[in-house]
């Protein structure tokens, strides 16, 4: 079989494909026929090392998020069978409840191996059904954005109708803080840098955008597009927390998911106290999420974003495309 492995840190040229054999699934495991996978910005900072001592630096076979076909299952699996469409959760045994640091640390593509490669055995609590109505690709979309957003957004946010909710960019958190939010009944005010992904944000149902390139001050131009009142929730992926406090009313709930502008922020915690903002960071979510998510988007027919699909022998390029930011949603690689 095919598989795209890391060499060594650095970057897109490190990976390489190589030929290793088909796995056997053991007891309680199972063989997958990886069909699709897709790219999340945390891949991007994996391949340059970005979390240190505390990923895999050498042989390393990334990404998380992968969906594809159960080929054989090992002696004492009653989850799945030969034949199910099955997408990989990204925290491989956090399957309900609070995370602890051994649940947070089983995830895929960063110290284990992910899913980019043409067969992988996963324990079959890894596991959930793929709706029907998804496509492999579509499916692979979702598990690391997809269910950070739900878990955002739903699950701790509780978003009703009459919120206000605010999201940031067009990747794929922001586009499925998007989706859910105004399947909640939600209003949505977007950013972006482009005028053209402002037009699309608008198709798929935002109420408001802002250029914040155009407005650099939007916190405050979101502020008055809520008549001085404020937003509800903010889905911070980008680390702007100057311009994102400015715009959240008092008691309204900030949800920490990204760091697109630095690992490192200045928050004015006088007005996070004084004014009852809550901070809440969203580490993806457990597969009681992924399940509960799936069954929404098979509900309500959901789909997701997908910039662009690549093949295996380009998933450099896949890599390349999602650092340049001139995609709308998700990049995927067909198997």
């Known amino acids: 079989m095919r598989s795209i492995v890391l060499q060594t840190l650095g970057g897109p040229d490190q990976l390489a494909v190589v030929e290793r054999p088909v796995p056997e699934p053991g007891a309680g495991q199972v063989l997958v026929r990886m069909r699709a996978a897709s790219l999340n910005y945390r891949d991007t900072l994996i391949l340059r090392g ?11 076979v990334p ?25 990989a959760s990204f925290f491989q ?8 640091e051994a649940l947070l640390d089983d995830d895929l593509g960063r110290a284990h191996d992910g899913v980019l490669s043409d067969y992988r055995v996963f324990p079959e609590c890894g596991l959930v059904a793929t709706p029907a109505s998804l496509t492999d690709p ?17 699950t701790v946010g509780r978003a009703k109708p ?27 005010i977007a950013t972006s840098s482009s005028s053209e992904k402002l037009a699309r944000l608008r198709g798929m149902g935002a109420d408001h955008v ?3 390139r155009e407005q650099p001050d939007w916190g405050k131009v979101a502020l008055d597009l809520t008549n001085g009142r404020g937003v ?19 008691g309204g709930l900030v949800t920490v998911i990204g760091v697109l502008a630095g690992a490192r922020a200045e928050i004015l915690l006088p007005l996070v106290g004084s004014r009852a903002i809550r901070l809440q960071g969203v580490a993806v979510g ?32 896949a890599y390349r495309h999602l650092a340049a930011g001139r995609h709308f949603g998700k990049v995927c690689i067909a198997l």
Request: hydrophobic share 45%; net charge neutral.
């Open 50 to 60: 970005g979390y240190g001592s505390r990923q895999k630096t050498a042989d390393l």
């Open 63 to 87: 990404l998380s998020d992968g969906a594809g076909e159960v080929v054989r299952v090992g002696p004492g699996v009653s989850r799945v069978k030969a034949g199910d469409r099955v997408t």
């Open 93 to 100: 045994s956090w399957i309900a409840g609070d995370p602890n």
């Open 138 to 154: 579509e499916a692979a979309a979702f598990p690391c954005a997809g269910l950070t957003a739900w878990s955002a957004v739903v």
């Open 162 to 188: 009459g919120d206000i909710v605010l999201v940031q960019g067009t990747g794929g958190v922001s586009l499925f803080a998007l989706q859910f939010a105004k399947l909640c009944g939600a209003r949505v």
């Open 210 to 212: 802002i250029n914040y």
């Open 232 to 250: 509800d929730h903010v889905v911070e992926v980008a680390g702007t927390y100057r311009q994102t406090l400015r715009a959240i009313r008092p």
């Open 286 to 317: 457990p597969r009681e999420g992924l399940e509960a998510m799936f069954r929404a988007v098979e509900a309500h027919r959901i789909k997701p974003v997908i910039d662009r699909v690549f093949d295996l022998d380009h998933a450099a390029e």
